[in-house]
C-alpha cells in the first residue's frame, strides 16, 4: 500500500488576504497575469522557508526573486513573517556587498535550491526556477543572507512560461 503525501505549498505560510494582497502586487507592477503573480509568490514564500531552516547557501531564480522583493516592501508583515518562520529577519543579501563569494553555477544554485524544497516537502513549480543559459558569471545575484548567488538579472518573460 502506497500512501500519497500532500505537497506543502508557499501560500499556507500566509494568512490569504496577504498572499491576495502580494500576487496582486506583483501582477500589476510586473504587467503580468494574477495566475502567475500568485505562483511566484507561493514559491517565494516556500523559498523564504527553506532558507530559514538551510544550512546550505540557497538563491532565488529571477522569477521568485520578484515575490520576495514585493513581501519585503511590507516590512512589518515581512518582519513578522521572519520571526515565526525563521526566529529572526531573513536578510536580502545583494552579492555586490562582497560578503556572498559567487562558488556555483547559476544552474547548479537553481538545482540546490529546488532539492532544498523537495526535501523540505514543497512543491515546486519547475518553470520558475530556469536558471538563464546565457548567464555564466553573474554577479547580480540576491540570496538569503547566509547563502550564495543565483543568476536573475534578466528581466522575466510571462509569455514564455506555461501556466
Not at 500512501?3 to 506543502?8: D, T, V
Amino acid at each position: 500500500m502506497t500512501i500519497a503525501l500532500k505537497e506543502r505549498v508557499g501560500q499556507e505560510l500566509v494568512s490569504v488576504e496577504l498572499f491576495d494582497r502580494l500576487a496582486s502586487r506583483i501582477a500589476k507592477e510586473h504587467h503580468m497575469p494574477r495566475g502567475f503573480a500568485a505562483r511566484i509568490m507561493d514559491q517565494a514564500l516556500a523559498f523564504l522557508a527553506v532558507c530559514a531552516q538551510s544550512a546550505e547557501p540557497l538563491a532565488p531564480s529571477e522569477a521568485v526573486d520578484i515575490g520576495w522583493h514585493t513581501f519585503i516592501l511590507y516590512t512589518r508583515e515581512y518582519a513578522a513573517f521572519c520571526e515565526r518562520i525563521a526566529g529572526q529577519f531573513i536578510h536580502h543579501e545583494p552579492t555586490d556587498t562582497g560578503v556572498i563569494p559567487v562558488t556555483r553555477t547559476p544552474v547548479d544554485s537553481m538545482s540546490a535550491t529546488t532539492r532544498a524544497l523537495r526535501t523540505a516537502g514543497y512543491r515546486v513549480d519547475l518553470p520558475l526556477w530556469k536558471a538563464s543559459a546565457d548567464c555564466n558569471q553573474c554577479t547580480n545575484g540576491c540570496t538569503h543572507s547566509s547563502g550564495d548567488t543565483g543568476c536573475h538579472h534578466h528581466p522575466v518573460r510571462t509569455d514564455t512560461v506555461p501556466a
